[in-house]
């Protein structure tokens, strides 16, 4: 005994209806509810949907199965794992999340307009100090005279004959023994469900219901953003007759600075250095995004290493909604040394005369037929990493470099090398 036998009623047959004589029943009711011919029916299309979304419930042997057994709510609890909008099949059915004869079916969502994006280009400098920036756009506004009606002195719209005021046309096809619904756009109306006779349009719209405005904008970009920040302006979208309205989004985007490179809160740049300054101590001015400049330098006596950092506290960017606490500015010190050019012999005198002398060979003859002179060529790592590329090519003259070997094989797990 079956618990609901709804679905079986819209078709006019029994539950225990054969799938041949449930196909059969299904394509005589789908002629004769076809809106086509029940065009003084308002309620056509609605009638022609119920009987082709239960069949496609009850053609499936799973999907019957669980109805007979379970009805609606057995239906419901597995509509997540029966694909996208079977949920949607059972609201329109049986009402959304009654089961059964239950209550109001699930309200409409009001529709809304597209929400509108706009790209600002910044400045590392605009995002420190922040700053106003002036946006002048071009939407589409209810028309004032016509109130979004698209007619004239007061008239409406008239209702598409053809679709009944609905925008969309069922087209059933059959394709052999099979016959299949197809949901479109109306080719009368456009899909608009509505016609306007060309005598009542109104003259500032002429019946587009909407016209275009040009509207001013002023974006405040506050100290502290971030690159790929959104500042979003609610209803500044375009408007439309039944419809909320979308926001205009405006997103900032960050410009490469010459100097600087942020990370949030902090910031680094690179100063160069010279050999002395590294020895010596260093004093340098940095001008500041915020147009201050700063003194920096390094205390007597402390040596500077090249690649080394340094970091200044409460110097870096502002923190979004409070301006008077920064993060940190971290400086990368490159030291400079001399060109060949300058190691003229009175400075080499003079570098040997205050440095530590250089490492001699110690405990090794030269003139030993086991001992070898070697020469040395600028390079970098690049060239050290690309080993493995050009290593692996070469092999592959040979061997299958395709081949999975285990660990053994190939002589072990690889080592790192530790500093000299």
Not at 74 to 92: K, N, Q, V, Y
Not at 159 to 171: A, H, L, M, S, Y
Not at 359 to 381: H, R, T
């Amino acid at each position: 005994m079956v618990v609901d036998t709804k679905l079986y009623d819209l078709l006019g047959v029994s539950p225990d209806v054969s799938d041949r004589e449930l196909k059969k029943a299904f394509m005589q009711k789908a002629r004769q509810l076809h809106p086509d011919k029940n065009r003084d029916d308002p309620n056509a299309t609605e009638k022609f949907q119920q009987v082709n979304e239960a069949y496609e419930i009850l053609k499936d042997p799973q999907k019957r199965q669980i109805y007979d057994q379970a009805g609606v709510d057995g239906l419901r609890e597995g509509a997540g794992g029966m694909g996208g909008g079977f949920d949607d099949i059972l609201s329109h059915l049986f009402g959304g999340g009654f089961g059964f004869g239950g209550g109001a079916r699930r309200q409409q969502r009001r529709p809304r307009t597209q929400d509108i994006g706009h790209k600002i280009n910044v400045t590392l400098e605009d995002l420190y100090s922040g700053k106003e920036v002036t946006l002048r756009i071009n939407r589409d506004i209810i028309c004032p005279d016509c109130k979004g009606s698209g007619c004239a002195n007061g008239k409406s719209p008239k209702k598409c004959p053809d679709c009944g005021g609905r925008g969309q046309k069922v087209n059933v096809v059959k394709m052999g023994p099979m016959i299949t619904q197809q949901v479109g756009p109306c080719p009368t109306c456009r899909g608009a469900g509505e016609s306007i006779d060309p005598a009542d349009k109104c003259k500032k719209c002429k019946g587009k219901k909407v016209t275009e405005e040009k509207k001013t904008i002023v974006v405040h970009i506050e100290p502290g953003m971030e690159d790929g920040d959104k500042i979003p302006f609610q209803g500044c979208a375009d408007e439309a007759p039944g419809a909320d309205t979308g926001d205009l989004v405006v997103m900032l985007s960050l410009k490469k600075h010459d100097h600087f490179l942020r990370k949030h809160d902090d910031l680094l740049m690179m100063k160069r250095i010279s050999l002395s300054e590294a020895l010596l101590g260093t004093k340098f001015v940095l001008k500041h995004l915020d147009g201050r400049q700063l003194v920096v330098s390094t205390p007597p006596g402390q040596v500077v290493i090249p690649d080394s950092v340094k970091v200044i506290d409460r110097e870096g960017m502002p923190r979004r909604g409070n301006q008077f606490e920064k993060g940190r500015l971290f400086i990368k010190f490159n030291v400079e040394f001399p060109k060949p050019a300058q190691l003229t012999p009175e400075f080499k005198a003079a570098l040997a005369a205050c440095l530590p002398p250089p490492n001699e060979v110690a405990g090794v003859d030269l003139n030993d037929d086991n001992v070898y002179e070697v020469s040395m060529k600028e390079s970098d790592l690049k060239q050290f990493e690309n080993s493995k590329s050009t290593y692996r090519n070469r092999r592959g003259e040979a061997y299958d470099a395709g081949a999975d070997y285990d660990d053994d094989e190939r002589g072990g797990t690889s080592a790192s090398c530790q500093p000299m």
